[in-house]
């Protein structure tokens, strides 16, 4: 304790690493959850003044610059999901662009963590460790059957087991806007961890190009 408080009186070379404080980040890993983001999404959406009573128009993934790039499966997706959610709700969506209606864009982003440290483990994951032990080791010298002392920490195990799951090194990054010419009307981005297996759902990916016939010029010139 005494050594603790002359920690911040000493020097260093460099600034010295830190954690921030504790957070929690949402796993998506099913289409329900694309569901569940276009409801916030339209929700949202429809919550603002400047597009509640506009045309809209949701524009599609192909780079019309590139003309080979497309969204992956989530931003197909979750285009028809968000169509589906602000219908529902009366909002009124054109299925080509107009004139007076603003454009709805996702953009998606995957982000591969290739050097992350040690990620401090659930909250009171040590805690259960150390109680799931020293419950195994009551059968030792009490009861007949050592196997029973498990069935307390299996109890536990199962009430909370559906809260677990792996940080990973894979997240994903959604932005949807709606642009009205050169003006940003809503912008909102959401955060989510993905399942490494499940990266080409959202990556975008290259569109085969179509074949080119080759042709032959005639000409009556040597």
Known sequence: MLLSGCFYA??????IATTYPYTEQQRMQAAHHWEVL?????????QRERVRFRDLHITNSVNQDLHFYSGGEFE?????????ELVSRGANLTTVP??????????VEVVAHRDRSFIRPPTGAFTALTAGIAV???PINRWAEPALGLIPAAIAADAVS?????????EVIITTQIIDGEHILYSSSNIYYI???????????????????????ITDSW
Do not use: C, K, M
Not at 10 to 15: D, E, I, L, R, Y
């Open 76 to 84: 197909r997706g979750f285009r028809t999901l968000l169509t589906s």
């Open 136 to 138: 195994a080791t009551i």
């Open 10 to 15: 000493n020097t260093s070379q460099a600034p």
């Open 162 to 170: 559906g809260n677990w799951t792996h940080t990973g090194n894979e």
């Open 98 to 107: 107009t004139p007076n209606a603003a454009n709805i864009h996702i953009g």
């Open 195 to 217: 399942n490494a297996g499940d990266r080409r759902q959202y990556a975008p990916h290259r569109v085969p190009r179509a074949p080119v016939t080759p042709s032959i010029s």
């Open 38 to 46: 276009a409801r916030h999404e339209a929700n949202n959406i429809l």
